[in-house]
């Protein structure tokens, strides 16, 4: 069995973990998909990112029946040649959960504690106890999305003791959420929200799904924050909130034009705060992934069990 | 019963709720000792942040049965005045836990997020995508100090799946941490950990306990949070162990020297984090006052159960 990688980079221990764990199969660390493209014909097992697969490489990969996407993102994936071969798929969906958690609870304690006036302050060897700081903790959370990053969200939510109301397509119940809603009345949960967290993909549904009257309906010192998609909301919606004073603070980590160029008026606002679509990244991805496909293929070898993460290559995901 | 608060700008929801529950108390609600003065000769209950009292005060308060301190720190209290007339003292330990923990989470993620920089790249417009960014998650965490605050920061720490390690001076076991030491062998906690946050008091034990040879005891990567007392450690051995890189950052919300004045080398320390002994204050702190005065006052007036933090006069804790 032939395991050929595109990964760029693999920290060396987890390269021997593998082969000593797999002894029977024959790893291909390659550097890249022009360096793997030697091996592809014969690989049976192939790791990607996810981008540089072409139709033509999976017909060349005669051997090929599995596909490992060390991503969660797969538009780029040639599907219809992978259905017609019926080629396993996976990814590492879910892997950005931990440091986007992280980066909401940061993004929210930095904007309530003030830290841009505070780092300010220190900057000019100013000792004032006066900047006004709120605490998040004990507030509502609403959260857009109830899958994995927003349950992780919400796990950490509950744990400064926040109410968390969590909004999907079909208002389920899921873990961590003390209530939830469907799409469909999802402005009686906008206006209950202290923080509102936004972490929806980009689908038919969600695109400019926030409109000026939701942002009417928001609290008016509600932090909206938004590390989904970009295309969740309009700019202009986004700006006239905080000019109008409809919300305290918007954290966008993604927008609608990305990268953001020099003078866009989204840098200088000052109720609104900008990083650079970086809340999924983590020193701790490729190991994560690494482990993710260690599991999945200790399934595949012995046969028992059940795989993570399983693409369906005709849906997409 | 006379009820007389010293406590400025109580909010009217608070005094109504306490006259609404306790119809036989009558209560004066004045703004600071001044106009508290005039009442004071009849109070049985007196309100106070504990500053104000002075032992002329006592002896005209000859009624006085009960002192609430609405603060936690009591050194200018007369005490010797108040345990000759037997007066009964509680207080609103642990008031800060909540805050403190908000205020140290919030840090760290401050300085392993690289918050500054990021805020530096958003008043430049700068897209840039490689500030190397660490996780919290998962980390150990050392706490010196095992009490109130250090326990509900040990809390927070562990919903962010962090070992965590406390030191006391009896090394007893306390909720929420994974290992207790004793002040006598902490050297091999502090080794440990990722994160080390001090949130002790000012005792003839912990004055300057944080030695240099302690500093090369952590690790390289590690960040410091100073959120007890600034005289911990003195300000060159600080200055010293950023320096010479044996720890990545040190956050201090206080210091030898308070309020820092401008031009200390303290300010410009880059791997050093200034912050005006803020991390206690909080908007919730007079409600959160009052209700523990609130539920003390019930035991108070029913005589069942127990008065949280009573003090003991003769020790003064």
Same mark, same amino acid.
């Given at each position: 069995?032939?395991?050929?990688?595109?990964?760029?980079?693999?920290?060396?221990?987890?390269?021997?973990?593998?082969?000593? #764990?797999?002894?029977?199969?024959?790893?291909?660390?390659?550097?890249?998909?022009?360096?793997?493209?030697?091996?592809? %014909?014969? %690989?049976?097992?192939?790791?990607?990112?996810? @981008?540089?697969?072409?139709?033509?490489?999976?017909?060349?990969?005669?051997?090929?029946?599995?596909? *490992?996407?060390?991503?969660?993102? *797969?538009?780029?994936?040639?599907?219809?040649?992978?259905?017609?071969?019926?080629?396993?798929?996976?990814?590492? #969906?879910?892997?950005? /959960?931990?440091?986007?958690? @992280?980066?909401?609870?940061?993004?929210?304690?930095?904007?309530? #504690?003030?830290?841009?006036?505070?780092?300010?302050?220190?900057?000019?060897?100013?000792?004032?106890?006066?900047?006004?700081?709120? @605490?998040?903790?004990?507030?509502?959370?609403?959260?857009?999305?109830?899958?994995?990053?927003?349950?992780?969200?919400?796990?950490?939510?509950?744990?400064?003791?926040? #109410?968390?109301?969590?909004?999907?397509?079909?208002?389920?119940?899921?873990?961590?959420?003390?209530?939830?809603?469907?799409?469909?009345?999802?402005?009686? /949960?906008?206006?209950?929200?202290?923080?509102? &967290?936004?972490?929806?993909?980009?689908?038919?549904?969600?695109?400019?799904?926030?409109?000026?009257?939701?942002?009417?309906?928001?609290?008016?010192? %509600?932090?909206?924050?938004?590390?989904?998609?970009?295309?969740? &909301?309009?700019?202009?919606?986004?700006?006239?909130?905080?000019?109008?004073?409809?919300?305290?603070?918007?954290?966008?980590? &993604? *927008?609608?034009?990305?990268?953001?160029?020099?003078?866009? %008026?989204?840098?200088?606002?000052?109720?609104?705060?900008?990083?650079?679509?970086?809340?999924?990244?983590?020193?701790?991805?490729?190991?994560?992934?690494?482990?993710?496909?260690?599991?999945?293929?200790?399934?595949?070898?012995?046969?028992?069990?059940?795989?993570?993460?399983?693409?369906?290559?005709?849906?997409?995901?």
């Amino acid at each position: 069995m032939k395991i050929v990688s595109a990964i760029k980079r693999v920290p060396g221990d987890i390269k021997e973990r593998l082969q000593g #764990r797999f002894r029977d199969a024959e790893f291909y660390f390659c550097h890249g998909i022009e360096e793997a493209d030697r091996y592809l %014909a014969e %690989a049976d097992i192939f790791l990607t990112y996810g @981008e540089d697969l072409t139709p033509e490489r999976i017909r060349k990969a005669e051997n090929l029946k599995w596909i *490992m996407v060390m991503s969660a993102g *797969m538009d780029r994936m040639p599907f219809n040649e992978i259905a017609e071969r019926d080629i396993l798929v996976t990814n590492v #969906r879910g892997i950005h /959960a931990k440091p986007m958690a @992280e980066y909401a609870i940061s993004m929210l304690l930095q904007v309530s #504690r003030q830290a841009k006036i505070l780092i300010e302050q220190e900057k000019n060897h100013t000792w004032n106890r006066r900047p006004v700081m709120t @605490e998040i903790s004990g507030g509502t959370m609403v959260l857009l999305s109830t899958g994995a990053i927003a349950q992780e969200v919400a796990r950490l939510a509950k744990a400064f003791q926040m #109410r968390t109301l969590g909004v999907s397509k079909s208002g389920r119940k899921k873990p961590y959420f003390d209530e939830t809603y469907t799409i469909d009345d999802f402005e009686q /949960a906008l206006s209950q929200g202290d923080f509102i &967290v936004a972490a929806l993909p980009s689908t038919e549904e969600t695109v400019h799904l926030l409109k000026p009257e939701h942002f009417q309906l928001m609290k008016e010192d %509600a932090i909206f924050l938004n590390m989904g998609r970009g295309d969740l &909301v309009e700019t202009d919606v986004l700006l006239n909130a905080v000019r109008n004073s409809e919300i305290r603070h918007a954290v966008l980590d &993604v *927008m609608e034009e990305e990268p953001l160029p020099a003078g866009h %008026a989204l840098w200088d606002e000052e109720q609104i705060t900008i990083t650079p679509h970086l809340s999924g990244i983590s020193p701790h991805y490729v190991p994560r992934a690494f482990e993710l496909f260690e599991e999945n293929l200790e399934v595949y070898v012995s046969g028992s069990g059940d795989m993570m993460n399983t693409i369906d290559p005709k849906r997409g995901y």
